[in-house]
């Protein structure tokens, strides 16, 4: 392993002092209370320019992006951005493990597993879609506190789930924050910066996720580059408009004919069909979706394409529809085949028009 010294840090009376002014500001909006090592000797550490040196904290594919612009910034030898770059996930019960420790293996970063968080010295730690709790007294070991990359606009959808149901619930725009971490509650913290987009017609959950990682990793890296700036320019979040995004469970995957309309089913689809697949019941049995789209009006109201039960067992393809004249959220699925031995492989779901008559 290499190590580059790029510039060294003095504790000269101008830069500690400036260093100091920097931090009581971040730390009052996060509610953090004064090291133990008391204020002067927290700032004292404090650089009071770029390069940073960075301690991520994160998991899944949206991670990774951001993990990937912050390596890329620390490989680049002229903008001096990054010096130090160390990662923090989860244990996995994955041979292949998380996609953000794959990166970090694979790019020759540092890699600790929580609860282990090394004991190197850094700048500022930056989390996304990491799913733990920060105690006060870590946050508290970097002298520019910890950011968060967050798949939303704040306060809408604090949890671990904020782009499921930005999808499941239909959003026409969303976006990314970034925000600071405040310890004992989840993205609840200032906001640094937040930027919106228009959600993409009948974009699915991982589509969003492509678009949001890309724009989170670009407006980390604007954040880092004036970190003192934006920091003392972070505003507390509105106490309006707040919503959660709770995790979802394998019971959100059970379709409520009587009680969804075909739009709210087919966001379902969208939200979590690349993790789960939907189910039903069908004659006291649980059936799995294992595809489903959208059908032009004027072409039917809806239909099903079905396997004998047989066939799906043998994975094969399906040999035939049934087709109806009815909604077909306001209908039961069990009554409309009531008899039948088919089981469904796909649904595909029209808009409708008044067909009972």
Not at 24 to 43: D, F, K, M, N, T
Not at 82 to 110: C, F, H, M, N, W
Not at 171 to 182: F, L, W
Not at 254 to 280: D, H, V
Request: hydrophobic share 40%; proline share 7%.
């Amino acid at each position: 392993m290499r190590v580059l010294v790029r510039h060294c840090w003095g504790p000269g009376p101008a830069r500690r002092a400036a260093a100091v002014r920097s931090t009581p500001q971040w730390r009052a909006l996060v509610g953090l209370g004064v090291s133990s090592g008391g204020e002067e000797g927290l700032g004292a550490r404090a650089r009071e320019k770029p390069p940073w040196r960075v301690l991520f904290f994160g998991t899944d594919q949206f991670a990774g992006e951001a993990l990937r612009a912050l390596h890329a910034a620390r490989e680049n030898k002229e903008e001096e951005l990054i010096e130090k770059l160390e990662v923090v996930t989860v244990p996995s019960p994955s041979l292949k493990g998380l996609p953000v420790k794959r990166y970090a293996v694979q790019s020759g970063l540092p890699v600790y597993e929580w609860p282990d968080v090394g004991s190197g010295e850094y700048d500022v730690g930056v989390v996304a879609s990491f799913g733990r709790l920060l105690s006060e007294a870590l946050i508290l070991k970097f002298p520019y506190g910890i950011l968060n990359v967050h798949p939303s606009c704040l306060p809408r959808w604090r949890g671990p789930a904020p782009i499921i149901h930005t999808v499941l619930h239909g959003d026409t725009v969303t976006g990314v924050t970034i925000m600071q971490i405040s310890p004992k509650r989840f993205d609840v913290g200032p906001i640094l910066k937040q930027e919106t987009v228009s959600v993409p017609p009948k974009s699915t959950t991982k589509e969003l996720e492509a678009v949001l990682s890309r724009l989170g990793a670009n407006m980390l890296i604007s954040v880092l580059k004036n970190l003192p700036e934006s920091l003392n320019s972070g505003r507390q979040q509105p106490t309006e408009g707040v919503t959660y995004a709770p995790k979802i469970s394998t019971g959100t995957s059970c379709i409520k004919w009587e009680e969804q309309t075909s739009e709210q089913i087919f966001r379902l689809y969208r939200a979590i069909g690349n993790t789960m697949p939907l189910q039903t019941l069908w004659m006291d049995n649980t059936v799995k979706i294992l595809d489903l789209v959208e059908v032009n009006s004027s072409i039917l109201a809806g239909w099903l394409d079905w396997c004998s039960l047989s066939d799906a067992q043998e994975n094969t393809n399906s040999d035939g529809f049934l087709q109806w004249g009815n909604h077909l959220g306001k209908r039961s699925i069990s009554r409309m085949l009531e008899g039948t031995s088919k089981v469904p492989q796909t649904l595909a779901f029209g808009e409708t028009k008044n067909l009972d008559a």
